[in-house]
């Protein structure tokens, strides 16, 4: 059967933001004065191949700068590769940076239509989902209020609720549980091991070992944009934690 | 750049929803929120007209009516062009962090005037009612005036976002430069004050002089700019307007073109 998530010889570059030309006149003044300052470069991945089966939780180890969230990144579409394939099979659900993607001034309701719409639900389907979705979050009176005034645990609880509750086939985490309390982490949980029982991949990142144990069954432990090692998760987390 | 265009169909209900997003910023919610965005236009029109009739002392019959017919599709093409620069970067909380066919951000932008052009459109028509201006069979050419109208502010809207996302001085450059055609444009004085008809007749190949003329020329004096359909002494001939209509394609081309070369960067770079 084809992978839900399959991933060859992956790269990523960027270009440092502060040696690009950042007004047009500086842009004409660089080509009419052949000033060509050095753009600098900084490789995220370099080679990074995996798989991951429908029904997989994956989590993805490292520490900061390892490329964690550049991987997440290219397989919700949103980051070009450099290089490499990347084939992600079915609807994508993603929390990059434990954000679905809200608009601050949005309300509510009119981010999760617009989350919707953008993994390609119709209306109908959207207001289907709704009542669970505000159930789960807990968030029914907030519902009409922009979410910028929202605290921190309530827009990371309507962001999950509505990401999952859009039942998409791949589902990428990142940091989701670094806010919120005890109860909702184990409402995440449980929704998690419900998504994957109905054959959702998902991929989690996380540095919180602890996270990754309840979650994943299998692990990628990533460093300067290269896999150091795979394999189960309590192998991989006891040489990262020894390492 | 023709998947950019595809996406434009299949997340037509994006479209929607962000275009209703901007009108309800716009006019805070209310019908009160919409006649204030008619307080510039208005005074506008009321200083311009005692400068004209009173301090000129020019003899334009109907100057105030004249200055409206083409400050309406005008009003669109600057609100809409200058709109657009800064929509990516308003955006960038949904940018950065999901995929999404960033090009209708402009676009909605566009929608949200053009809905402003239409009422307005409305209120003009309101106005003919008190004034002497005869309806005509000839106002439905102002659909394909429109229709050209909204395919060139699209295109530029879409360029001009692109480039403000990566260039952020782009606004600035746009906002002076539409000005500058604001005065080369017959938007506040009708196209016959340029005296001399062959510097009219080339002064009227600026696409939004064929534009802001043509809509002058079928409210006032029924002119349709089409082949066959000339009157003697019309202002703006069919040439005039198959080239504001050519340039409304190519720009259209141009602004999509762009935008799908330039988008996939922008999650990196806002």
């Not at chain 1, 939780?57 to 991987?71: C, D, E, L």
């Not at chain 2, 949200?112 to 307005?120: K, M, P």
């Not at chain 2, 782009?170 to 004050?193: D, G, K």
Request: glycine share 6%; hydrophobic share 50%; aromatic share 12%.
């Amino acid at each position: 059967m084809q992978p839900a998530i399959y991933v060859e010889d992956l790269w990523k570059r960027y270009v440092l933001l502060h040696s690009r030309p950042r007004r047009i006149k500086d842009a004409v003044l660089r080509r009419l004065l052949g000033r060509h300052s050095s753009r600098e470069e900084f490789w995220a991945l370099r080679g990074v191949s995996f798989e991951v089966a429908a029904g997989e939780a994956i989590g993805i180890i490292g520490p900061n700068g390892s490329g964690k969230s550049t991987v997440l990144g290219v397989l919700s579409r949103l980051l070009r590769p450099t290089k490499g394939v990347v084939q992600v099979q079915g609807r994508v659900g993603a929390l990059l940076e434990a954000s679905a993607g809200f608009h601050p001034d949005l309300t509510g309701i009119e981010n999760v239509q617009m989350i919707a719409s953008l993994m390609g639900l119709s209306r109908k389907e959207t207001l289907a989902r709704l009542p669970a979705i505000m159930e789960f979050a807990g968030a029914r009176e907030f519902m009409d209020a922009a979410v910028r005034t929202y605290s921190t645990g309530m827009f990371a609880r309507l962001a999950f609720s509505t990401v999952v509750h859009l039942e998409p086939d791949v589902l990428l985490l990142d940091e989701i549980l670094a806010v919120g309390d005890e109860e909702f982490h184990e409402q995440c949980y449980r929704r998690l091991a419900q998504m994957r029982e109905r054959g959702c991949a998902i991929v989690f990142v996380s540095h919180i070992v602890e996270q990754i144990r309840r979650v994943c069954q299998r692990v990628i432990w990533l460093e300067s944009g290269r896999i150091v090692a795979t394999g189960p998760t309590e192998e991989i987390i006891s040489r990262y934690t020894g390492a | 750049m023709l998947e950019a265009l595809k996406e434009i169909w299949i997340y037509r209900q994006l479209l929607y929803d962000l275009t209703a997003r901007e009108l309800k910023i716009r006019y805070r919610r209310s019908f009160l929120g919409f006649l204030w965005s008619l307080i510039t236009p208005l005074y506008q029109i009321v200083i311009m007209t005692i400068v004209v009739k009173y301090i000129w002392q020019h003899s334009e019959p109907n100057y105030s009516i004249k200055f409206l017919c083409a400050l309406v599709p005008w009003a669109f093409f600057q609100t809409s062009v200058t709109g657009a620069c800064a929509i990516i970067l308003k955006y960038r909380q949904m940018v950065k962090r999901i995929w999404m066919p960033s090009q209708m951000l402009p676009l909605a932008v566009v929608g949200s005037n053009l809905v402003h052009f239409l009422l307005s459109m409305l209120i003009l028509f309101g106005v003919f009612l008190v004034v002497p201006v005869v309806f005509h069979v000839s106002f439905l050419f102002l659909i394909v005036l429109t229709g050209i109208l909204l395919l060139m502010v699209s295109g530029l809207a879409m360029l001009f976002a692109a480039l403000h996302t990566a260039y952020q001085d782009t606004e600035y450059i746009i906002t002076n430069l539409v000005q500058v055609f604001y005065f080369l444009t017959p938007v506040m004085y009708p196209a016959s004050w340029v005296k001399n008809p062959a510097w009219r007749y080339w002064y009227l190949f600026n696409p939004m002089a064929a534009v802001c003329e043509g809509f002058r020329g079928v409210l006032m004096r029924h002119e349709v700019p089409l082949p066959g359909l000339v009157m003697p002494g019309q202002v703006v001939l069919p040439e005039h307007l198959l080239v504001a209509a050519v340039f409304a394609l190519v720009c259209f081309a141009a602004g999509l073109w762009y935008f799908a070369l330039q988008r996939w960067q922008f999650p990196e770079i806002v």
